[in-house]
């Protein structure tokens, strides 16, 4: 759900130098990674016309042989169909990206973009046409071979055969050329920070000409995995791809068992059922697996915010008092303690650990008194507010201690349940709520939510507006880090949303479990990287 | 969840005033007890968690029955729970009663081939439980309390007009209605002055047997996320919060979990022993 | 002995007729379902094109006699959520919701007959009233309290079986029945509670009966005269509660199915429901629907062939 366009800014992930957060009890995922200092950060910054090349294969964190093992991973959502091009939804890109089908160029552990498909690529000077060399020896599993016309089918097909929003991180092309079958040209009508980034997402994926009759389906890509079975309402088999161009997948056959009960998930994991809970839904329960002999929690972090957001067109949360008094209203750490036993980070703007401008803020710290005071003065002594609660348990947890804090300030919240298409329907795109609590996973997303006063929380400052735009079409990173700065702290002190915390990116497995992926920084849940000792 | 379409008849031979209806009229008369007194007071204010003792055992920090996951008590929560399984039950019994009283009468009154017609249509109610009824109106407006009563209480209305058609058949047939109606009492006339009393005692069961249901039924949706709100406390969504700490924690999903048990066990006594007591002519057995 | 039959027969398909249509007009929902497959990503005019081309915009009369047309030959159409066809998926989830409910079925008749039985001979004596208080407390629990419970104790904490999941029968009859126990257990112990009451009164009615009587003062002890004469008597209102109680077990199974992750119809229909697929929930709907009829059809008919003078009062 949540299709929103990731407004990116791609060269700022180059300044990435953050690693693996808080990983605990025999954590995974060796940091093999070497280019994470500033100084090699030019490499991927392709505006600033440098050239990237990347090792011959991304699986760099592994080097478990290729047997015959087997493993089972529990998910919480599964897909509403295989075909990511026509319908929104998480749960496609968890499942297909990067292990079905791949992209150009990718995002590594530290952020940085580096390349896939690609072998290599430039940016020109100024920032208008961007060339890739591409590898001569991509397969796709139906057994035609990658070329850059289906580079350029697939980039084409985004603008003239897909539904979903994201779509639009591709209006900025202009052309797409294969001036040779490995190398591909795409001209931009404007420099854009985004669109590179954008191209490590769903909609860079890359298709085959002959292979998108079925994709709902029969997805066929370039990835290490292909599909073997979809048995739905169950599972999704995938097989190692043994025509796979890089290293092979250490583990043969590698299955996705969904779980609408998180309970019962975790209750597979204790019996031997699925070896990993991709994502815990009730950290409460963690100590049932406390024993380090037999299970691992890896607790890394994600590029999701949990915001109460406000509607900041209705009358009463217009008000920026209003909104003050309900930020001052909120005891975070004991929200955080409370509904996630204390996983996650606290955070005063939108923004996640792992990016380059994360900044301890905390404009609005934890004072019921002045958020008495502020709503005395703003005529709003007694508030009745209403709290649209979607299915996802980090809402169900978190809404009663944000209910009982807000009623000690004089705040009465009527809570009602809403499942994803009553959210959408009329949250999202009607602008019918007070209040609602969500985490919006998708990475640089601040413009999406703050830059556009149309978007569901109705957050209008035009001189933010702005900064975002100039950040856009910055050509360093620093001045894009610096008016990004400027627009997030703005942001902050207009109280638009709570920020409740960054969502932690929790995964518990079997001890001999490896290589999992820590920090979630893409919509993709790798599985060649994971292996079994 | 498991419903009773229709219960056995019991044995008929007992004019005392049996076990069974103290039983069940003290167990529902103690939930109807802690429903109303929670109105005035609970333990704990609703809203008040006690984040320093989270899952908490009984008698911790002044919690009588300790305190959930998010450091709620228990008991308040119980006690208001109690108020919204008795609500929606009300409601939904209500509903079934209303609309399905009417037309059992109708049905047992009029002449056999248009009696036959409603049952059949009857009938195909019939095929439609109440947590599939609940579902299709999730599926179309969402799920709420709203619609888990409208569900329970259409569900429950062909249990209604089968046990009160029979027994207005049961009505007709005696002499002095004959003699009513040859001497030119109208239908509605006969409805009101000689069915409706007759066949209240079979309302009152039924109504019973169909309130234990509704606890189930309500409880069964409220653990699947189509009842109550997280704000409105409920005993079947008390448990499915309990379910991930049910091996840290056990206590936290016991006491919803017998809550419901003693309620469908005090409905379904009350609806048994009552049962008994009526005339066994009624039954239509 | 024909004209019941197929009176019957006529019976169930109009009624199956007029219950399609009304889970039709129910479930109708105008453009409704062109929004939901369109998501973020719709605009207006985009719902209004995809709500024509799905035929939305049409008739309600039209749109359901299109649908029967296809339902009569098993085509459901395509689910506009899923982009997939209905009908296959549908069959698969129906088959294993069926090896639930059957093998929950024979759960309950093996826990309710012997208890039935046993609380009707021990009648107004001790035993009798401890029997049917168990099976009064066993009708009070609801069948998700059970299988939380029974997961915890013989999955979890003794590690005896496997917590949840599916394995096809063909593949893996022991795995299959590994992972079935605990649901089949689940749901029937409640529903043997519920039974044993009624075995308990039929079991009762027969007891009273002369004949029974008779052989009793000819020497037989009570169980043996019940088994020689009575059971076959008291079997007919029990299974005829069967055939009513297997429509709600069949729905019931929703619950179970989530907990034990089983893809089994009634999870299926909770997943369509969750994301507003109103025309894979109105297949679904419709063939549990169907299923319930079927079967008071089947025990109508059998109770007429059996029960000849109910046979007479049909046909009058």
Redesign the interface.
């Known amino acids: ?4 366009r990731s407004g990116a800014f791609t060269a700022l992930l180059t300044v990435l130098t953050v690693g693996l957060v808080g990983c605990s009890a025999g954590s995974t995922s060796t940091p093999s990674t070497s280019t994470s200092s500033p100084s090699t950060a030019a490499s991927g910054s392709a505006t600033d016309g440098g050239t990237s090349s990347g090792p011959p294969t991304s699986q760099a964190s592994t080097s478990a042989p290729a047997g015959d093992g087997t493993m089972a991973i529990g998910f919480v959502l ?1 897909p ?2 295989l ?1 990511f091009t ?4 998480a749960a496609i890109t968890q499942a297909l990206l990067l292990n079905v089908y791949e992209t150009l160029v990718k995002q590594d552990q530290d952020g940085q973009i580096v390349p896939l498909l690609a072998k290599s690529f430039t940016a020109s000077p100024d920032g208008l046409t961007y060339t890739f060399q591409l590898r001569p020896d991509v397969m796709f599993s139906d057994g035609s071979p990658f070329t850059a016309e289906d580079a350029v089918f697939s980039i084409d097909r985004v603008k003239s055969d897909w ?3 994201v ?1 639009a991180g591709m209006d900025v092309v202009s052309s797409a050329t294969a001036t040779s079958p490995t190398e591909l040209t795409v001209v931009l009508s404007a420099p854009s920070r985004s669109w590179l980034f954008n191209m490590t997402t769903r909609i860079g994926a890359m298709f085959s000409r002959t292979g998108v009759a079925d994709l ?2 029969t997805p066929i890509g370039t990835g290490p995995y292909t599909l073997q079975a979809w ?4 599972s999704i088999v995938m097989e190692r791809n043994t025509t796979y161009w890089g290293d092979p997948a250490p583990i043969k056959t590698m299955t996705l ?8 998930m ?3 994991l ?4 699925i070896q990993v809970v991709s994502t815990v839904q ?1 950290p ?2 963690l ?2 697996f406390s024993d380090t002999a037999k299970y691992q929690v890896i607790d890394g972090s994600t590029t999701g915010e949990v915001l109460l957001s406000m509607n900041d067109r209705t009358p009463a949360l217009a008000d920026l008092r209003v909104r003050q008094a309900i930020s001052y209203a909120l005891d975070r750490k ?1 929200i955080l ?3 996630w036993s204390g996983y996650g980070t606290l955070i005063g703007t939108h923004e996640a650990p792992t990016d380059p401008w994360f900044a301890d803020v905390d404009k609005y710290p934890y004072d019921p008194e002045k958020a008495k005071a502020l709503l005395a003065e703003a005529g709003q002594s007694d508030l009745t507010l209403r709290l649209a ?1 979607p ?1 996802v348990g980090y809402a ?2 978190a ?3 944000v ?2 804090q807000l ?2 300030v004089g705040i009465t ?10 959210w ?2 009329s949250v ?2 009607d602008h019918d709520f007070d209040l609602t609590i969500i985490n919006h996973v998708e990475p640089r997303d601040a413009p999406t939510l703050f830059g556009n006063p149309d978007y569901y929380i109705g957050y209008d400052n035009a001189a933010v507006r702005d900064l975002f735009a100039q950040a856009d079409r910055a050509t360093t990173d620093a001045a894009a880090n610096t008016d990004y700065q400027q627009a997030l702290d703005q942001i902050a002190t207009d109280a638009p949303v709570v920020w409740l915390w960054s969502f932690p990116n929790l995964i518990v497995a079997d001890a001999q479990v490896q290589g999992i992926v820590a920090n979630q920084i893409s919509a993709a849940f790798e599985l060649a990287t994971i292996s079994q000792s | 969840m498991t419903e009773l379409l229709s219960t056995p008849p019991g044995r008929r031979s007992d004019r005392r005033v049996s076990p069974l209806i103290v039983v069940g009229a003290v167990l529902v008369g103690f939930i109807a007890l802690a429903a109303v007194v929670s109105f005035f007071w609970t333990p704990f204010d609703l ?3 006690d ?1 320093q003792h ?2 908490a055992g009984p008698g911790v920090n002044g919690h009588w029955l300790g305190t959930d ?4 008590d228990i008991a308040s929560r119980l006690m208001v729970g109690a108020r919204t399984t008795l609500y929606v039950g009300i409601v939904a019994v209500g509903i079934a009663a209303l609309v399905g009283t009417p037309i059992g009468i109708l049905a047992g009154m009029v002449r056999p081939g248009i009696s036959e017609f409603v049952m059949r249509t009857n009938d195909i109610l019939l095929a439609f439980p109440a947590l599939l009824v609940a579902i299709i109106l ?1 599926a179309k407006y ?3 309390v709203t619609t888990a009563m409208v569900a329970i209480g259409v569900a429950s209305v062909p249990g209604f007009v089968r046990v009160i058609r029979a027994g207005t058949m049961q009505v007709m047939s005696t002499d002095y209605v004959r003699a009513a109606r040859v001497a030119g009492r109208s239908g509605p006339a006969t409805a009101v002055r000689h069915v409706l009393p007759n066949v209240s005692g079979l309302i009152i069961v039924q109504a019973s047997s169909a309130y234990a249901i509704a606890i189930l039924a309500e409880a069964g949706l409220s653990f699947l ?1 189509l009842g109550a ?3 409105v406390p409920s005993w079947g969504r008390m448990l499915a ?1 309990a ?6 924690a056990p206590l936290t999903a016991v006491w919803p979990g017998s809550a419901i048990a003693l309620a469908v066990l005090g409905f379904n006594l009350l609806g048994d022993g009552l049962r008994d007591r009526l005339d066994p002519r009624l039954l239509g057995r | 002995m024909l004209w019941p039959v197929v009176r019957r027969a006529l019976i169930f398909l109009v009624s199956t007729l007029v219950a399609s249509l009304l889970v039709f007009w129910v479930l109708d929902n105008g453009c409704e379902p062109a ?2 497959a ?5 605009t207006p005019a985009g719902v209004q094109a995809l709500c024509a081309q799905m035929g939305l915009d049409r008739s309600l009369v039209v749109q359901y006699l299109n649908w029967l047309g296809g339902a009569v030959r098993g085509d459901f159409g395509t689910s506009y ?4 066809p209905i009908g296959p ?1 549908l069959l ?2 129906l088959t294993v919701t069926l090896w639930l409910v059957f093998g929950s079925m024979v759960v309950a008749l093996l826990i309710a007959v012997p208890l039935g039985m046993a609380s009707a001979l021990r009648n107004g004596r001790p035993t009798g009233y401890l029997l049917s208080g168990l099976s009064q407390v066993g009708v009070a629990v609801p069948a998700f309290l059970a299988a939380i419970l029974l ?1 915890l104790v013989f ?2 904490n003794l ?1 005896w079986l ?5 394995v096809v029968p063909a593949a893996d009859p022991l795995g299959f029945v590994a992972h079935m126990l605990l649901p089949w257990v689940s749901l029937g112990v409640v529903q043997g509670a519920v039974l044993a009451r009624f075995v308990r009164s039929a079991v009762l009615d027969e007891l009273g009966q002369d004949y029974l009587r008779t052989a009793r003062s000819k020497g037989l002890t009570p169980v043996r005269a019940l088994i020689r004469h009575g059971l076959r008597n008291a079997a007919i209102p029990v299974l005829t509660v069967i055939g009513v109680n297997l429509v709600t077990v069949l729905v019931g199974a929703v619950i179970i199915e ?4 089983i ?2 119809i009634g ?2 229909l ?2 369509a429901a ?3 697929d109103l025309l894979t929930v109105q297949a679904i709907v419709v063939t549990l629907v169907l299923i319930a009829l079927l079967i008071s059809f089947v025990v109508d008919v059998t109770y007429s062939v059996i029960d000849p003078r109910l046979r007479t009062r049909a046909a009058s």
């Open positions: 759900m949540r299709g929103k599964e509403i169909s075909d026509q319908t929104d939804g539904k979903p929003s779509k709902a389906n048995n739905k309402g169950d068992k969904y779980f609408a009960d998180p309970n019962a975790n209750n597979a204790l019996t031997g059922g009730t409460e329960a100590s049932q004991t303690d409370a509904a609660l299915p169900a947890a809404a009663p201690i209910i009982s009623a000690a919240v009527q809570d009602s349940d809403v499942d994803f298409a009553t959408i329907k999202f795109t | 809203l008040y968690l984040y989270r899952s996951l998010r450091g709620r999730a969402g799920g709420s996320g709100p997280a704000s919060e379910q991930s700490q049910l091996t840290t | 929004r939901v369109l998501g973020t990503g719709g959520v899923t982009r997939a998926g698969d989830q997961v999955a979890v590690g496997p917590a949840n999941g599916y989530r907990i034990f992750t893809p089994g999870n299926g909770a997943y969750d994301r507003r």
